[in-house]
């Protein structure tokens, strides 16, 4: 009796032994995985994003290194896309100096030409072209803070969804006045409403308004219409507006920045731009989602 007591206790430390030595094992492993995690969070704190953290198991740690790792992941991401939209600030801005070099050019020629004039009625037509020169410095100006204003980090805000005639008719109609002020003629008989709603930025909607303006004025012939035309499906809400190239397969230098900006703006209000251009029709489609 008194050896299978000694046995019985003998056994019990044995056994209370290995679970200690199995517990040190498993809880030395845990801190080993803590440690490297702790590490490779240091790497990236560091600047170190292609550092990938290893994931182990399938417990809380492995969780939270999966975790680290989509947050490492997505860093990585957030700079690619910061060092994409720098690369393409820098190459915007060496093309809006080559492009806003031209008129300026032009407006100092017309202005000296003027200035050595001896008589008003002498001046009038420098002042007229140099005038022309200050709209095409405007315009590039004006594009150059829609793309600032797109690109900026304040977030852009959607208005409550309402009838599309209201969201988007004052809009066109102020689109329509600033053409026929310079003598184009606007056709709205393909233009009808129906009751669908939409959502839109205001900002961005008369941004939008004065790039299309400033566009048709551009590149439309001035003696044939400019066709607004409004098109429905399930999803969407479609205004084109269509118009005669002045002058047909013409090849138009520039940032072609005026569009982006359109396309931008179009894609930050959840919808979509679509520019088809033929031999002599140049059409621009805004869809915009159904809500």
């Known amino acids: 009796m008194k050896y299978?007591?000694?046995?019985?206790?003998?056994?019990?430390?044995?056994s209370i032994f290995l679970w200690i030595?199995?517990?040190?094992?498993?809880?030395?492993?845990?801190?080993?995985?803590?440690?490297?995690?702790?590490?490779?969070?240091?790497?990236?704190?560091?600047?170190?994003?292609?550092?990938?953290?290893?994931?182990k198991g399938n417990?809380?740690?492995?969780?939270?290194?999966?975790?680290?790792?989509?947050?490492?992941?997505?860093?990585?991401?957030?700079?690619?896309?910061?060092?994409?939209?720098?690369?393409?600030?820098?190459?915007?801005?060496?093309?809006?100096?080559?492009d806003l070099r031209t008129p300026l050019t032009g407006l100092m020629t017309f202005l000296e030409i003027a200035r050595k004039q001896n008589s008003l009625n002498e001046c009038?037509?420098?002042?007229?072209?140099?005038?022309a020169k200050?709209?095409?410095?405007?315009?590039?100006?004006?594009?150059?803070?829609?793309?600032?204003?797109?690109?900026?980090?304040?977030?852009?805000?959607?208005?409550?969804?309402?009838?599309?005639?209201?969201?988007l008719g004052e809009y066109l109609s102020e689109l329509c006045g600033l053409l026929e002020m310079d003598g184009y003629h606007v056709?709205?008989?393909?233009?009808?409403?129906?009751?669908?709603?939409?959502?839109?930025?205001?900002?961005?909607?008369?941004?939008i308004i004065d790039n299309l303006v400033s566009n048709i004025k551009k590149y439309a012939h001035p003696d044939l219409p400019v066709f607004l035309i409004s098109e429905y499906t399930k999803t969407s809400a479609c205004i084109t507006i269509q118009n005669t190239i002045a002058v047909p397969d013409q090849f138009v230098h520039g940032t072609g920045i005026g569009v982006k900006n359109i396309h931008a703006m179009m894609h930050q209000m959840h919808g979509l731009c679509q520019v088809n251009i033929e031999s002599d029709t140049y059409s621009i489609t805004l869809k915009f989602p159904v809500i």
């Not at 299978?4 to 044995?14: E, S, T, V």
């Not at 040190?24 to 953290?53: F, M, P, R």
Request: overall charge negative; aromatic content about 10%.
């Open 187 to 207: 056709s709205i008989e393909k233009l009808h409403w129906e009751p669908v709603q939409i959502q839109i930025c205001t900002d961005f909607a008369g941004r």
């Open 134 to 167: 200050t709209t095409q410095i405007r315009d590039l100006s004006n594009q150059l803070f829609d793309f600032f204003l797109i690109n900026s980090e304040n977030p852009m805000k959607l208005e409550e969804p309402e009838n599309v005639e209201y969201a």
């Open 124 to 131: 009038t037509d420098y002042i007229s072209k140099a005038y």
């Open 4 to 14: 299978y007591l000694l046995y019985y206790i003998a056994a019990a430390f044995i």
């Open 21 to 55: 030595l199995l517990f040190a094992i498993g809880i030395g492993k845990k801190v080993n995985y803590i440690q490297q995690l702790s590490s490779s969070v240091t790497q990236i704190e560091s600047g170190a994003l292609d550092c990938e953290i290893p994931i």
């Open 59 to 98: 417990d809380e740690l492995a969780t939270l290194a999966h975790g680290l790792n989509e947050m490492r992941l997505s860093l990585i991401e957030k700079q690619l896309k910061e060092a994409q939209m720098k690369s393409a600030q820098d190459q915007l801005v060496l093309s809006m100096a080559h």
